[in-house]
């Protein structure tokens, strides 16, 4: 079975600094997709970036990137220009491609503190 | 624009009582999905269903059973409810089974 971790339970970061949150996972596979999603306070998930494991190239969403290491099976995320609205939990999600379509696995999460 | 919509948003339950969960999306997606989450775990999938008329088993599926209604509509059900399934629930829907999933605001809900 997939797993997927986050080793980090917290992070904090001061305003406008980078922060980068870990995430390692495991699988055979070679066709998945991996996901960062937010939950802030309002419980409310809120998917930040998406990446194909079979692009190379790392995805970036605006103030947000990922350094995606297929071989090490790492995924994290870097924040820069850290807002203060950026402060929740942080999830990374697997999700095995082919029939298993649809199936997410999460990690524990870690969560961000932004300090102003 | 609703998305995804939980009903109720808070419940407390009695053991062995029943309750139903309502989840409905307005998107037009194909696939939608029931999760719980754990203090400390994450989510977890319950059941999903790919399509319309078509339901399966996700990560944790015991003590649930869940019908899609229609497109719109995806019902989770504890027939029997037991302390252990004290959680948030999370209903979300996908246009397809390999596109991003739209969560809804989740149901915290209680059992004595």
């Known amino acids: 079975a997939q797993t997927v971790t986050q080793s980090q339970p917290e992070m904090s970061v001061q305003e406008a600094e980078t922060v980068t949150l870990s995430c390692t996972y495991d699988?055979?596979?070679?066709?998945?997709?991996l996901f960062w999603y937010k939950q802030p306070p309002s419980r409310q998930m809120i998917l930040v970036i998406r990446q194909e494991a079979y692009k190379q190239q790392n995805a970036t969403e605006n103030r947000f990137s990922v350094n995606f290491q297929k071989a090490a099976k790492s995924f994290s995320l870097k924040i820069s220009d850290s807002q203060l609205g950026d402060a929740a939990m942080y999830f990374c999600?697997?999700?095995?491609?082919?029939?298993?379509?649809?199936?997410?696995?999460f990690g524990q999460g870690t969560i961000l503190t932004v300090h102003p | 624009n609703a998305g995804v919509t939980q009903t109720p948003k808070f419940q407390v339950l009695k053991t062995g009582q029943s309750m139903t969960l309502q989840c409905a999306q307005d998107?037009?997606?194909?696939?939608m999905y029931w999760y719980r989450q754990d203090p400390g775990m994450g989510l977890r999938l319950i059941y999903y269903s790919a399509s319309e008329g078509t339901t399966d088993k996700g990560e944790v599926p015991n003590g649930y059973n869940v019908s899609r209604l229609n497109k719109r509509e995806f019902s989770l059900r504890l027939e029997s409810a037991a302390p252990s399934q004290t959680s948030v629930y999370f209903c979300?829907?996908?246009?397809?089974?390999?596109?991003?999933?739209?969560f809804g605001d989740g149901t915290r809900l209680s059992i004595l």
């Open positions: 998107m037009n997606h194909n696939s």
């Open positions: 699988t055979s596979e070679s066709d998945y997709y």
């Open positions: 979300a829907s996908s246009w397809d089974r390999d596109q991003p999933q739209h």
């Open positions: 999600a697997y999700m095995r491609g082919g029939t298993s379509y649809g199936k997410l696995t």
